[in-house]
T-cell receptor, first 112, second 116 residues
Framework: AQSVTQPDIHITVSEGASLELRCNYS??????LFWYVQSPGQGLQLLLK??????LVQGIKGFEAEFKRSQSSFNLRKPSVHWSDAAEYFC??????????FGAGTILRVKS | DGGITQSPKYLFRKEGQNVTLSCEQN?????MYWYRQDPGQGLRLIYY???????QKGDIAEGYSVSREKKESFPLTVTSAQKNPTAFYLC???????????????FGPGTRLTVL
């Protein structure tokens, strides 16, 4: 069955430090890949997406993600984290028929 | 402003009662979705609809029902048959269901349901 794994439930980084959130997927073909962010009690906002082409994609708020086919990974990165980045981050894949399958999420804490 | 609205933001219900969550969109989207979010489990698809008067079960439809009488509205009813209804519920919409690509889903702000 298709699945999305985010191995880190919580991550804490210092403000100004770099960030990498991990995402692995299990799917036969190369799916459409996404990263969403959710502030507490809010809906989801799309950070970036990968459909095809350049494997390094740029998103909003200074985030980027790299698709690695050999590792079935789509890790999210940011060179310098701001306190406002504290939120929960979800990796997702889109299956046939526009259905999204989400990972369990990673909660990011930023310490000053 | 175009967007998706969900009401109420917080909802409390007693065990054994049915409750209906509202979702409205003015984006002129054909497809709408309901997700359930539990801590540590991500989002799971409950129901989706690609056109008025049509809807399909998602991965966790048991204990839920929906209707799609208008393009703009996709209400979700949590019935007394849902064993563990306390959760955060998110509604989304997209231009349509895609056969070979993907149409971005836009999410509402969510409704937190608590069963007392």
């Amino acid at each position: 069955a298709q699945s999305v794994t985010q191995p880190d439930i919580h991550i804490t980084v210092s403000e100004g430090a770099s960030l990498e959130l991990r995402c692995n997927y299990s799917y036969g073909a190369t799916p459409y890949l996404f990263w969403y962010v959710q502030s507490p009690g809010q809906g989801l906002q799309l950070l970036l997406k990968y459909f095809s082409g350049d494997t390094l994609v740029q998103g909003i708020k200074g985030f980027e993600a790299e698709f690695k086919r050999s590792q079935s990974s789509f890790n999210l990165r940011k060179p310098s984290v701001h306190w406002s980045d504290a939120a929960e981050y979800f990796c997702a894949v889109a299956l046939y028929g526009n259905k999204l399958v989400f990972g369990a999420g990673t909660i990011l804490r930023v310490k000053s | 402003d175009g967007g998706i609205t969900q009401s109420p933001k917080y909802l409390f219900r007693k065990e054994g009662q049915n409750v209906t969550l509202s979702c409205e969109q003015n984006l002129n989207h054909d497809a709408m979705y309901w997700y359930r979010q539990d801590p540590g489990q991500g989002l799971r698809l409950i129901y989706y609809s690609q056109i008025v008067n049509d809807f399909q079960k998602g991965d966790i439809a048991e204990g839920y029902s929906v209707s799609r009488e208008k393009k703009e509205s996709f209400p979700l009813t949590v019935t007394s048959a849902q064993k563990n209804p306390t959760a955060f519920y998110l509604c989304a919409s997209s231009i349509g269901l895609a056969d070979s690509s993907y149409n971005e889903q836009f999410f509402g702000p969510g409704t937190r349901l608590t069963v007392l």
